[in-house]
């Protein structure tokens, strides 16, 4: 069989499935404006875009009180009763370094009323307020302009059979506090049969289901049954829950409300950024989300009678990729089925061969962990959001490199198993690529046991020739074991590994009894192999730049599909050409520079301490050249209390003449008040309180902090406001060691020299911020 003949079919398997991807991932037409009420315009939705995206309007701010004002105005043009519901609301944030969040805030809840007023609603939640320094209009704009158009849309058809409540919070970027003040109330929590949240992750991309709530298989079934444009994967719900991350519909866990949660993922360079703007935003986006919103909540609001309820199952909705839904125990049968065509296929395969096979299916995963890691070292890159963010400015390409570098690692694994004997120079490669992510600053265990892992794989796998049969019967065997093991821990996920392992199975049936089996093969692998790059591309989206480990479970339920396609004499040199191309894009970030289009993000503030002492401050971990400039002389790498958990660059600064927050502390019957008030006008407090003893009760404004100063140590809270004062009330032992440190982020502006084009202010940089410190022995 001549080269070309042996690397046709994996050639055609590789661009149909980019193919595929290209086109399914592409997002929907706009529908004009002049279209018929009753549908989804994405065209009339850009002007509610616009409408909240004058200007920043962080939760506090008298912008975010104008677009409340606009939206309320227009609400009740569209027939809604809109109620305002002010309040405190409060709740521990999320990741590495937890602290307490509280904030005045003020939701809108508006309403259209149906048939039955009795029924329990069905819910649109979105968030009015946007980050600091950002116009929002992606986060949460699209959000809300999403919900009117649907609310208008539904209002166009008559009076529904429930009502229709649209949750416009306030103060989600602040820490969910709207929605948690919303649904810390049972009476309102019961009124809601079912809740849709739309929010962003980036700026453009295909609307996305990526979340459901407990008890979700009806609304899941009538999404699927009446959404267009769907894109969702039970995987993804299921992975979600196991991340820190969080929405406003996180508030909500605990209540048994049935939900489904939807963002966008690509066009995250933009995310919380000044360029969260409406130029920025792709109308197709838009749409993307009402093909999806619109139609299930209208299913549920004119349905009287009460929503299903059962397990999501295992779904994935991909256009044109794969469209499939199922209890979770079918996957059981699946597997019996994949497992007899497998057994059909490999039929007197030779077990030693087999398992080196296996070994060297494996030996893909930890070897693509390793060079992708090893890759992710070659583009400079350090670990907070903002050199992240230098990443996103052309993720494609990074993306691009990273399934290089898996397709070289598949190709060198190709040429192993077929010609044996190349065992030490693999070995030795695992070591270079460790050593050299090593070198470049990746974390040293990690590196070391993914380096040690490849090595001993390779010595055993690639020991000596495997044959087309047993390189077959490795590769399913794994699928096999991967898809049962997942099948008993997290069905959800089986749709990844096994689909995969069937259409593999498939291929190798083909393969070995019909002429002309090697097309087959690579026809049935076309659809799975699309949807494991579709899936991908989220799930690394989703989990960030810091984590290029995750392409590795995507390579490995790949080779089970390309592996036995990827053999051939050239394969040596195509891995070679791969792998080098991949070093040339990851190597550009190393020395790219910002664009106008693309600029670097910049944070610098001016802080007084409690000291009195005055400094210019960056929390960034590589502030750009401009931003040290800035800074002044004598930078040096500090901790700070209240600016940032990490230490930051620091300098010397001239006197700030503003006054700090102002500390005051009553006893009272056992009872604890503590009041600290802005002295000037800042709406941001962060509070620092370090007990030697437990505090008990402990309330902001009336509302319980649970668990908060249960035991000594520090404690820290930041309090959003108009810039009114903060009100913590407690019980103390007598003789209570209490200090508390203020910081106030106030209005104030910081002098600066002018900003290069190529780089913006990023997340309320350019304030000036003011401390104070005080202490106490409570009697």
């Not at 060198?412 to 070198?439: D, F, Q, S």
């Amino acid at each position: 069989m001549s080269r070309l003949k042996i690397l046709l079919p994996l050639l055609a398997l590789l661009a149909s499935a980019l193919a595929l991807v290209v086109w399914s991932t592409a997002p929907p037409a706009v529908v004009p404006a002049d279209a018929a009420a009753t549908r989804f315009s994405a065209a009339r939705a850009m002007a509610v875009v616009r409408m909240v995206s004058e200007r920043p309007h962080p939760i506090g701010s008298p912008e975010a009180a104008a677009v409340r004002a606009a939206l309320t105005a227009r609400l009740r043009a569209l027939g809604l009763i809109v109620t305002a519901q002010p309040g405190v609301g409060a709740g521990m944030s999320s990741g590495a370094n937890p602290s307490w969040r509280a904030a005045r805030v003020e939701n809108l809840v508006a309403v259209l009323p149906g048939a039955d007023r009795a029924l329990p609603a069905v819910a649109i939640m979105v968030h009015t307020d946007s980050v600091p320094g950002s116009f929002g209009a992606a986060d949460d704009g699209i959000g809300v302009a999403v919900a009117l158009e649907t609310v208008r849309a539904i209002a166009a058809e008559g009076r529904p059979a429930r009502d229709v409540m649209l949750i416009m919070t306030d103060g989600e970027e602040a820490g969910l506090l709207g929605a948690r003040l919303f649904f810390a109330d049972p009476a309102r929590a019961a009124r809601i049969a079912a809740v849709i949240n739309v929010d962003s992750r980036g700026t453009a991309g295909l609307g996305t289901m990526f979340e459901t709530g407990p008890g979700s298989g009806g609304l899941v079934s009538l999404y699927r049954r009446h959404a267009t444009n769907r894109f969702a994967h039970s995987a993804a719900t299921f992975l979600y829950h196991q991340l820190p991350n969080s929405t406003d519909l996180t508030a909500t866990r605990g209540l048994d409300i049935p939900a489904l949660n939807f963002a966008f993922l690509d066009g995250e360079f933009d995310y919380h950024t000044p360029r969260d703007h409406i130029a920025s935003i792709d109308p197709r986006t838009v749409q993307s989300l009402g093909d999806q919103v619109l139609p299930v909540v209208r299913a549920v609001a004119r349905d009287p009678a009460p929503l299903a309820r059962g397990a999501d199952g295992v779904f994935g909705d991909a256009a044109g990729i794969v469209a499939v839904r199922y209890p979770a125990w079918v996957g059981w049968p699946l597997l019996i089925v994949a497992a007899a065509l497998a057994g059909l296929a490999v039929r007197g395969a030779a077990p030693g061969p087999t398992l080196r096979a296996a070994a060297a299916t494996l030996w893909i995963a930890v070897a693509t962990a390793l060079a992708v890691r090893a890759g992710y070292a070659l583009t400079g890159v350090g670990d907070d959001w903002g050199e992240h963010h230098r990443i996103m400015a052309a993720f494609g390409r990074y993306e691009a490199a990273l399934g290089l570098l898996a397709l070289a690692v598949v190709l060198v694994a190709a040429v192993a198993l077929r010609r044996g004997g190349p065992r030490w120079p693999i070995t030795i490669g695992c070591g270079l690529a460790g050593a050299l992510a090593l070198l470049l600053g990746q974390p040293p265990l990690g590196v070391a046991i993914l380096a040690l892992a490849a090595g001993l794989l390779a010595l055993f796998a690639f020991a000596r020739p495997v044959a087309a049969i047993e390189l077959r019967a490795g590769t399913l065997a794994v699928g096999l074991l991967l898809s049962l093991a997942l099948q008993i821990v997290a069905p959800p996920l089986t749709l990844l590994p096994l689909w995969a392992t069937l259409a593999a199975a498939a291929g190798a049936v083909a393969e070995r009894g019909i002429p002309g089996g090697r097309w087959i093969a690579a026809v049935v692998a076309v659809l799975p192999f699309a949807y494991l790059l579709v899936f991908g591309h989220a799930v690394l989206l989703a989990l960030g730049i810091p984590t290029p480990e995750a392409v590795a479970v995507f390579a490995l339920c790949a080779a089970l599909l390309v592996l036995p396609l990827a053999e051939g004499p050239i394969g040596g040199v195509a891995a070679a050409g791969c792998a080098l191309v991949a070093a040339v894009l990851l190597l550009a970030f190393r020395w790219g520079a910002p664009t106008e289009r693309h600029p670097a993000l910049s944070q610098i503030y001016a802080v007084r301490d409690a000291a009195g002492r005055s400094w210019r401050v960056s929390p960034l971990e590589r502030p750009d050249d401009w931003t040290m400039r800035a800074l002044g002389a004598d930078v040096a790498h500090a901790t700070m209390t209240l600016i940032s958990e990490d230490p930051v660059w620091r300098a010397p600064a001239g006197p700030i003449a503003l006054p700090p927050p102002a500390i005051r502390v009553t006893r009272n019957q056992g009872w604890t008040t503590l009041r600290v008030a802005p002295g000037s006008g800042g709406r941001t407090l962060r509070l620092a309180l370090e007990v030697d003893r437990a505090l008990a009760d402990v309330s902001v404004e009336g509302v319980a902090l649970p668990g908060f100063a249960a035991k000594p140590g520090t404690w820290r809270l930041r309090w959003q406001s108009s810039g009114d004062p903060v009100t913590l009330r407690f019980r103390a032992p007598r003789g209570t060691r209490l200090i508390v440190t203020a910081g106030e982020w106030t209005e104030r502006r910081l002098a600066l020299p002018a900003r290069p084009a190529t780089i913006v202010p990023w997340l309320g940089s350019d304030r000036v911020i003011v401390m104070s410190k005080a202490a106490w022995r409570l009697k």
